[in-house]
């Protein structure tokens, strides 16, 4: 494997991380909210906030991964002097 499609897999792994701590804050939202935990300091819409944000960084990562494995890893364009074979003197 090259170091691009290991980078896009990883960029996918932590999209998949970023998704499943924005429904865990989801459900910290709903628990605040319908009386099942105490806020412990934060308002609700707090929770809110994170589980949007986490949710929209773990869908650019995940459907993003290979445009930003590119930028990163860019393909080398080469010279058209390097493309020629050199010939003995």
Not at 12 to 28: K, S
Not at 37 to 50: E, F, H, R, T
């Amino acid at each position: 494997m090259s170091p691009l499609v290991i980078f896009a897999l990883v960029l996918r792994c932590i999209g998949v991380w970023q998704l499943v701590e924005g429904i865990g804050m989801a459900v910290t939202w709903f628990d605040i909210h319908e009386g099942y935990a105490s806020n412990a300091g934060y308002l609700a819409m707090a929770y809110v906030n994170q589980s949007v944000v986490h949710l929209l960084m773990g869908l650019v990562l995940i459907l993003g991964a290979p445009v930003i494995a590119r930028w990163c890893y860019p393909s080398r364009v080469r010279d058209k002097r390097e493309m020629e074979i050199p010939q003995g003197e």
